[in-house]
């Protein structure tokens, strides 16, 4: 038994929801699927686009005259060996586990040891403190799980949110993931007030340095003001975006957009998704520019086409 198979635990079975009623196709799909790891959902993600490719494929030989059999032959041989592309895909994300489980053990270690050099241990008369590694030895162990619990999820739990063909035009979070980023707010704005009051010898923090104190609040208050994003959503209507913030509501017409730069900061890398901005800059009415930052991630329906369609409006002005 493979160690990749242990991701697929809970859900072993091929995704009916991909069968095309074409046996060679889905023959095709079963053996790819056969080499991918992850829960369901994410290896349905992963085979969609091989399924409409092949199918979009297939419609034309079928209708330049082909019989539906020999056209799904050529196709699925045409395509290559699915053993061989399913491995690459499985490989792709066997990678990214290993990057994010090696970068995240080390983050683990290294703030685990800036603590432990920062924190003074209270003594106490009857009772020896203990030695610095001895304080550090448990909480440096639980570091490698910390990590694997994190990339695992990272590389084969999280999925990208699928578009929306009723809304094309629209981009936004659905509710759960709403309900994530809420308890992320909650809990990392109690740890900044814990960290403030830290800085002021109260509380939790009070044995900390301050410096460390302040490097936790401020890496809270950053966590909180990014976690806003999924509160925010884009509508592209009479060639006009229209941008919802928690904090206000922005409207750009597309034929006055000068130019748009993606752009990814620290904290976008340590998201299962790809996240970036749209640094979006556009002259107004009046003869003013403007810039506005954009955020865009996979958790957001339709991301991908808005960004395309901007793109496009700025290349193809009407």
Known sequence: ??????????????????????????????QIEQ????????RCQMLEEVRDHLLEHHSQLVASGESSDLAAEQVTTQFGDPIQYGRTLRRDKLIKFAKIFSISTLAFIAITLFMGWSYTPTEYPLVETPGFWTRLFVPMLNAPLFAL???????????????????ASHVYVDRKKKYAALYIVLYMSALA???????????MFRNMHPLVSA???????LTVYWNRIPWNSYDLKDDTLIVR????????????????????????RFSGLDSRSLMIQ??????????????????????????AKLYSALEHPQ
């Open 1 to 30: 038994m493979r160690l990749f198979r242990v991701t697929r635990l809970f859900s072993p079975q091929f995704p009916q929801e991909l069968a095309t009623d074409i046996p060679a196709i889905d023959s095709y799909l079963q």
């Open 149 to 167: 619990l994190m990339s695992y999820t990272m590389s084969f739990v999280v999925v990208k949110a699928k578009p929306d063909p009723k809304s």
């Open 193 to 203: 007030v814990i960290a403030i009051l830290g800085i002021f010898n109260i509380g």
């Open 245 to 268: 913030s928690v904090f206000r509501e922005t409207q750009i017409p597309l034929v006055q957009i000068i130019s748009i730069k993606v752009k990814r900061y620290w904290i976008d």
């Open 215 to 221: 490097a936790f609040a401020i890496l809270s208050v």
């Open 282 to 307: 556009w002259r107004t009415s009046t003869g003013q520019v403007q810039r506005l930052q954009l955020p865009l991630n996979d958790s957001m329906h339709n991301a991908d086409r808005l960004q």
């Open 35 to 42: 080499e991918l790891p992850g829960r369901k959902a994410l």
